[in-house]
């Protein structure tokens, strides 16, 4: 089956700064490539997503990138607030399989102000 | 619209009892899923739906058996609660079985097991 792996799992960035969380999966069929943020005690919600005839998609401060090739793709966060603190989940899942995703471990980002 | 909506949201229960989560959504969405959440690891998935009279096993069900009562309700039973099932319980739909498409959860189940 398909196998996500998130890096890092924890992340402290100054106020600011530019974070980026990156993820690999490993079945070339996974065509659909989500990042969820929850929040302490919250539940997962989506921020961006992208699907693989796509290499790139912004939202105002946030991007996702996707190397099809590599089987990778990343979440870009730009002028990071303390607001944005959180943990962040990729996933990646495909048409067959009965729309199935496996999640990555998750990434602790903390933004210090 | 309250999305998906899961019942109760906290639970103690003493090894070897039974309990039955309750999840409905009110989005008209074809797929459900449920999942569990423990610390530093992403969710894994219990068992879902597809569609409506359809149920299958995930990545972790074991001791875990699920109902989809109708298209709106998908419920997870614990038939012999074990402490090792202690975790939080997400359930989530979307809106057809196609993967491309994003999942909406609802707000978790905290469930322990003494």
């Known amino acids: 089956g398909e196998n996500v792996e998130q890096h890092p799992s924890t992340l402290s960035v100054q106020e600011g700064d530019s974070a980026v969380i990156k993820c690999t999966y490993s079945?070339?069929?996974?065509?659909?490539f989500p990042w969820y943020k929850q929040e302490l005690g919250k539940r997962p919600q989506l921020i961006i997503d992208?699907?693989?005839?796509?290499g790139e998609k912004k939202d105002q401060r946030i991007a996702v990138t996707l190397n099809k090739t590599a089987k990778h793709f990343s979440l870009h966060i730009t002028e990071t607030q303390p607001e944005d603190s959180a943990v962040y989940f990729c996933?990646?899942?495909?048409?067959?399989?009965?729309?199935?995703?496996?999640f990555g471990d998750g990434t602790t980002l903390t933004v210090k102000p | 619209n309250a999305g998906v909506t899961q019942t109760p949201k906290f639970q103690v229960l003493k090894t070897g009892q039974s309990m039955t989560l309750q999840c409905a959504q009110d989005?008209?969405?074809?797929?459900m899923y449920w999942y569990r959440q423990d610390p530093g690891m992403g969710l894994r998935l219990i068992y879902y739906?597809?569609?409506?009279?359809?149920?299958d096993k995930g990545e972790v069900p074991n001791g875990y058996n699920v109902s989809r009562l109708n298209k709106r309700e998908f419920s997870l039973r614990l038939e012999s609660a074990a402490p090792s099932q202690t975790s939080v319980y997400f359930c989530?739909?979307?809106?057809?079985?196609?993967?491309?498409?994003?999942?909406?959860f609802g707000d978790g189940t905290r469930l322990s097991i003494l």
């Open positions: 989005m008209n969405h074809n797929s």
């Open positions: 989530a739909s979307r809106r057809n079985r196609d993967g491309n498409q994003p999942q909406h």
């Open positions: 996933a990646a899942s495909m048409n067959t399989n009965a729309g199935k995703s496996t």
């Open positions: 079945d070339s069929a996974s065509n659909y």
């Open positions: 739906s597809a569609s409506e009279g359809t149920t």
């Open positions: 992208i699907r693989s005839n796509v």
